[in-house]
């Protein structure tokens, strides 16, 4: 089950994402095992990602981001275009602090 956050926690990690570069691109096959596995891992190490989706059409993408977010069960922060900004926090020793 994600994390549910205020309001005011997501617009600080859309603030603290608005630099990242996309670490997982969702391409032609679209959400695979692989590809879910690879996002866990990034988000056990970042904990804040964002992800492009290269899909021609609106529903497409909004579908394979909501995917890849319930498999990886990790918030949806924000969704621009096709980047998508998750949230997962770490078990251990987390790295963001959110606002309370």
Do not use: C, W
């Amino acid at each position: 089950m994600p994390i549910a956050l205020t309001a005011a926690q997501k617009r600080y990690l859309r603030g603290l994402a608005h630099d990242l570069k996309p670490v997982i691109l969702v391409g032609g096959k679209g959400v695979t095992d692989g590809l879910v596995a690879e996002t866990v891992s990034a988000l056990q190490i970042h904990e804040l990602i964002k992800v492009k989706v290269a899909a021609e059409d609106r529903e497409a993408r909004d579908l394979a981001i909501a995917t890849l977010a319930d498999a990886a069960d990790a918030a949806l922060i924000a969704r621009i275009g096709n980047i998508a900004v998750m949230f997962k926090p770490r078990t251990d020793k987390p790295l963001i602090a959110l606002p309370r």
